[in-house]
């Protein structure tokens, strides 16, 4: 998974340095910056707020990395310790994240005003240079295809544990088959995991091509993952760590911490579901 990993980083910084740039060209071509600090206009204050919690459940799925995060410490070399070494790469993660973040949402607004696409790349925003953009978009190919393997590792190995735990003398669940390919190293391969691993690509596929509204389902993923894996755990954890008491400053302060986020993923979860109804149906 490390080679994997590195690739889709790099397309990762490729495709985001593109966009941000090409933001830029089109704000000198137009001579102004479009937009305005109000944001997109709307019919009523409803049709406002369901932008607004739509718009929180994006920024929440911007951080969706919290359930890979003990995953990549466990392959970390000591010393320095590994939780030191996960903090400082967890800062500068979230630091270089956010820049890149601002720079392409903050150019794309100003470049193309109330008529931004939700993915500027693949809404007909930029049409040329044509080669830029085709390759930016290949970046982004190789990117989800990248992500999708690194995300999905942690879904495997839980059910695949579960299932050899529940049935551990399953020829099927538990066998490993060694396949041999020319010029490759040996594989070993089990029924079930081809299988489930098959199954879950496919239903996964199909749910993306019944629901193909960019903004809209990433807002639902984030809103669904961001209080419980990056916020609600972590801050459990701490308690129990630290050995921190109820009713304590600190408990107080993280307490009311916690609970502010699990708003901010209510209402991005309503504003994404929302969201998704009205593009399927309105």
């Not at 995300?151 to 088959?177: G, I």
């Not at 809103?223 to 400053?249: C, D, Q, R, S």
């Amino acid at each position: 998974m490390q080679w994997l990993s590195v690739v889709a980083a790099i397309m990762s910084f490729s495709y985001s340095f593109i966009g941000a740039g090409l933001g830029v060209a089109k704000v000198i071509e137009n001579g102004k910056i479009l937009g305005s600090i109000t944001g997109v206009p709307t019919s009523s204050v409803a049709d406002k707020l369901w932008l607004i919690f739509q718009a929180l459940g994006d920024i929440a799925f911007a951080y969706p990395y919290a359930n890979i995060v003990l995953e990549i410490q466990d392959t970390l070399k000591s010393p320095p310790p590994e939780n030191k070494t996960m903090k400082k790469a967890s800062m500068v993660a979230i630091i270089v994240t956010t820049l890149f973040y601002l720079c392409c949402g903050c150019f794309g607004y100003a470049a193309f005003g109330n008529d931004t696409p939700g993915n500027l790349l693949t809404g007909f925003g930029f049409y040329e240079p044509y080669w830029l953009i085709d390759f930016a978009n290949a970046c982004v190919v190789l990117h989800l295809v990248g992500g999708y393997q690194i995300f999905s590792q942690p879904v495997f190995t839980f059910v695949e544990r579960w299932f050899s735990s529940k049935f551990p003398d399953s020829r099927f669940v538990n066998c490993n088959y060694e396949i041999k390919l020319p010029t490759l190293p040996p594989l070993q391969m089990s029924l079930f995991r081809l299988c489930f691993r098959t199954a879950y690509v496919v239903s996964t596929t199909a749910i993306a091509m019944l629901f193909p509204y960019f903004n809209q389902v990433l807002a639902v993923l984030g809103a669904l993952n961001f209080w419980p894996l990056a916020i609600y755990f972590p801050v459990e954890m701490y308690f129990v760590k630290k050995k921190i008491g109820p009713w304590t400053k600190t408990w107080i302060a993280l307490k009311t911490f916690s609970f502010v986020c699990l708003i901010v993923s209510i209402l991005g979860l309503i504003g994404s579901v929302e969201g998704i109804i009205s593009a399927k149906f309105g």
